[in-house]
């Protein structure tokens, strides 16, 4: 992926790589319709809305049912993302479907979390889970502590950023800002983690809970502190990075507990 502004990758060119990719598994896809769609549209637009509007002409450009699209998205997204890059490079091309999945998808939870678990192992299903634990809270968060559990970084990586009260450029979770103990299984669960990609996850989610409820976060960390490993210093000392450039005693002490 040769380097130009990100929104530039939303275009034609793309319309035409994911006809190729669809018309192999679903040969009535009207790619070419589909292509002059997206080029008109996209001309004027910025990143998040060439996404939006690719996801709802790729609706469009499917009247079939949504299991059948859902089916069509998990045969077309190739070998799993082996690294901890990648995501907005090399499988830039299904931000898309994801949020596909995100806006379509709600009334179908079995087939969609099956399809955000694939789509997360390529790109990533941070954002299309939200509105998921919105709709299905008692459900979603049993799934995002299953997927802690994963073998795969990417799926353990979603269990923790796709509950982030405040992760950027997507709307607030205000159930987890109101409340965020719901995420305290889950984080407790990748504390150790030995993927960085996770360990990083793992210290942004609780920085998020630090900014609305910082004794629910204090507690948790300062517990993590008393039996420390190294993955799990360097998750505490990551988490507190804010509150240790204000000379916050407390997270000063925990940081040093830990080392």
């Known amino acids: 992926m040769a380097y130009k502004q990100l929104k530039l990758w939303f275009d034609k060119d793309l319309a035409i790589l994911l ?13 070419k319709t589909f292509a002059e769609r997206v080029d008109k549209g ?64 709600l009334s179908h939870y079995a087939v969609s979390m099956k ?59 205000q159930q987890y800002i109101d409340d965020p103990a719901p995420l305290l299984s889950i984080l407790d669960q990748l504390k150790d983690d030995p993927s960085k990609y996770v360990q990083k996850s793992v210290a942004n989610c609780l920085n998020d809970i630090l900014k609305d409820n910082e004794e629910i976060a204090k507690k948790v960390l300062q517990s993590w502190a008393k039996d420390p490993g190294k993955e799990r210093s360097w998750i505490i000392k990551h988490a507190l990075r804010n509150l240790l450039k204000k000379d916050v005693k407390w997270a000063i002490d925990c940081v040093k507990g830990s080392a």
């Open 19 to 31: 006809t190729k990719k669809i018309s192999e598994v679903y040969p009535d896809f009207d790619g």
């Open 115 to 173: 399809t955000i678990e694939e789509i997360t192992k390529r790109n990533t299903g941070e954002y299309t889970i939200r509105p998921y634990l919105e709709k299905y809270p008692d459900k979603g968060i049993k799934q995002m502590l299953k997927w802690s559990k994963n073998k795969n970084k990417h799926v353990r990586r979603l269990a923790s950023e796709g509950g982030r009260p405040r992760l950027p450029w997507a709307p607030k979770l």
């Open 42 to 105: 996209v001309q004027t637009l910025e990143l998040k809305d060439r996404v939006a509007l690719m996801a709802d002409l790729l609706n469009e450009a499917l009247p079939i049912a949504y299991k059948d699209q859902a089916k069509i998205w998990q045969q077309i997204l190739g070998p799993e993302n082996e690294a901890e890059t990648g995501m907005f490079t090399e499988y830039y091309w299904v931000m898309p479907i994801a949020k596909y999945v995100e806006v379509y998808g």
